[in-house]
């Protein structure tokens, strides 16, 4: 079964650029989440997207946005780019639905990410 | 307050040996996940193991135990026989049910702890 696919690995852009992430999921899951990891900050949960739905969103300015298809890939896009933006970001998908205890144990998988350096 | 906390930021370890890493978090959720990952060099994450708030036993996966105590709020990874090939970063995440419920499969993590496995 093939893995989370993260396209591309690396990215180089400069401040005020835009930049769009791409993330196929495995076979099957629908929920897909988009993390950003930094040294200072870590780990840090930006949104998450279920059935072309976004269910929550982290902490992050409007610059960050994404969306999902029907297919369950999902895009995330950064705009008018800053230096701090330089991150790998992380993109992470699972099967979605909860049971009946309102949670579920199935892990997120999460591909290899793509690092983003801002010049 | 920090809702995942590890406490240590780096330890040696000799191969062979076991090593536990600390994980204790913070919630006011019934139900909830922890989750332990592993992220190498290269930046892919790792699942490693799941313990569930109601799962009555530790979780344990191949060489990956987990040391789950509810009333403390601990959730700690135990490494048997490490190998070389187990140096990297370990997380340790949580997903609270209001989390799925209201917002799907967020996931908080602790700021890390770096595991080097000495020959």
């Known amino acids: 079964k093939a893995g989370v696919t993260q396209t591309p690995r690396y990215l180089i852009k400069t401040r005020g650029q835009q930049v769009t992430l791409s993330c196929s999921p495995i076979?099957?899951?629908?929920?897909v989440s988009w993390y950003q990891q930094t040294p200072g900050q870590g780990l840090q949960f930006l949104f998450e997207?279920?059935?072309?739905?976004?269910?929550n969103k982290g902490n992050f300015p409007g610059r960050f946005s994404g969306r999902q298809f029907s297919n369950s890939r999902s895009e995330m896009n950064v705009s008018t780019l800053e230096l701090g933006d330089s991150a790998l970001y992380l993109c992470a998908s699972s099967y979605g639905p909860s049971n009946d205890r309102g949670y579920s144990n199935q892990p997120q998988h999460f591909g290899d990410g793509t690092r983003l350096s801002i010049l | 307050a920090q809702k995942i906390t590890q406490t240590q930021p780096g330890m040696f370890v000799q191969e062979k040996e076991a090593v536990t890493l600390d994980c204790t978090y913070d919630t006011s959720d019934q139900s909830y996940g922890l989750f332990w990952y592993k992220q190498p060099s290269s930046g892919e994450m790792i699942f490693l193991i799941y313990?569930?708030?109601?799962?009555?036993q530790n979780a344990t996966e191949g060489r990956y135990s987990l040391n789950f105590q509810k009333a403390r709020k601990s959730a700690n990874l135990v490494i048997s026989a490490s190998q070389l090939g187990d140096s990297a970063m370990y997380f340790c995440a949580m997903r609270e049910a209001s989390s799925i419920k209201a917002a799907g499969n967020k996931l908080t993590f602790g700021g890390g702890t770096r595991v080097l496995v000495k020959p």
């Open positions: 313990q569930g708030s109601y799962d009555e």
């Open positions: 076979s099957g899951h629908r929920s």
């Open positions: 997207y279920f059935s072309e739905t976004q269910r």
